[in-house]
C-alpha cells in the first residue's frame, strides 16, 4: 500500500501562488504515475497535471502555463506550483499515484487540501 499526505493549501488572492506538496510513504517503488486533480463544489473531479517517473508531464488546458507540477524521487514527494491563480482555480485538491505509466493516476489518493482563491 501507498500512503499520500498533502499539504500547502490555503487562501490566496487573486494572482497569487500557492505550492502544494504531496509525500508518498510505503510501498513507493511500486509507483511510476504521481499527480493531481481537483474537485469544486457541484463539479466532477478533475485532473490538473500529472507527471510520469520518466518526467512526462500531462497538464489541464485550464491551468497550462499557470501550473508546474514537479517530483523529487529522492523525497518521495510531488509538487505543484500554482502561479496566477483565478478565483475558479477555487477547489480540494487531491494527490493520486500509480502503478502504471499513465496519464491519469489513480490507484492511490491523497485526502486532499482545500485551495481558495478571493476575487
Known amino acids: 500500500q501507498v500512503q499520500l499526505v498533502e499539504s500547502g493549501g490555503g487562501l490566496v488572492q487573486a494572482g497569487g501562488s500557492l505550492r502544494l506538496s504531496c509525500a508518498a510513504s510505503?510501498?513507493?517503488?511500486?509507483?511510476?504515475?504521481m499527480g493531481w486533480y481537483r474537485q469544486a463544489p457541484g463539479n466532477q473531479r478533475e485532473l490538473v497535471a500529472s507527471i510520469t517517473s520518466g518526467g512526462r508531464t500531462t497538464y489541464a488546458n485550464s491551468v497550462k502555463g499557470r501550473f508546474t507540477i514537479s517530483r523529487d524521487n529522492a523525497k518521495n514527494t510531488v509538487y505543484l506550483q500554482l502561479n496566477s491563480l483565478k478565483p475558479e482555480d477555487t477547489a480540494v485538491y487531491y494527490c493520486?499515484?500509480?502503478?502504471?505509466?499513465?496519464?491519469?493516476?489513480?490507484?492511490?489518493w491523497g485526502q486532499g487540501t482545500q485551495v481558495t482563491v478571493s476575487s
Open positions: 493520486a499515484a500509480d502503478r502504471a505509466s499513465i496519464t491519469r493516476p489513480n490507484d492511490y
Open positions: 510505503g510501498n513507493i517503488f511500486s509507483i511510476d504515475t
